[in-house]
């Protein structure tokens, strides 16, 4: 009796996975990750750190409420986020004459609400673990409001590094809520070629796994930890640039 090995339908060789994936189709699904990725995180960053220097140096009435509301907001689940930004940016929703669902701009706002409380809350650690003489001696010095917090922040920038490229980790892996607000689009040039739409790496990944491609899942599971990976090494180089 002939034994058929279980995974041969799945386990094909890499070549012969990848031949309906051209590198313009490729290269444009890295470009949608990186754009979508990259703009939420930009505004993530300016909102996120503006908030942790107004909770930061202001003391008001619930303070420490909103400090657990963005605790709290890091473990947004990404498909609850997504059904909600879904229901603001449908044709029946609040948002919909802007006419951005299943979009890249649907996308960056889902992103950008899910990497705000991880910008937020790991700045505003970074600030209220600074040393609270710093900004008595800024003071004793002959310095303002304005410039203690200058002093401050100088001396918290690279637990603020380490908020934003946590916050680009959080956007770059999410999966859950663009694929319900970008539906995972890929079009068709006039020339037959396929390009990325609201396609990400991480969408992509999910399609290619449902297919039973999981050579390709891998491929672009590489491709997403290497970008990953190069933005954080940017990151830690500016960093310990800045250490010198």
Known sequence: MTTVPLLSPVFTPIPLQLSDFSVDYLVSIIAVTLQVSLTAVA?????????????????????????????TGMGFPSVVVGLVVLIMLSNTGPLGEFDLLFSPGAMIISQFILALPVVASVSLSAIESVDESLADAAFAAGGTGRDVQVAVLREARYGITTAIL???????????????????????TPTGERVSFTRTLTTAITLEARKGEIETGIVLGVVLVALALTVNALGNALRARGEH
């Open 166 to 188: 946590a916050g680009f980790g959080r956007a770059i892996s999410e999966v859950g809520s663009v694929l319900i607000v970008g539906g995972n689009i890929a079009l068709n």
């Open 43 to 71: 505004l993530a960053t300016v909102a996120g750190v503006a908030l942790a220097v107004v909770v930061g140096f202001t003391d008001f009435p619930g303070k420490r409420l909103v400090e657990a509301v963005i605790n």
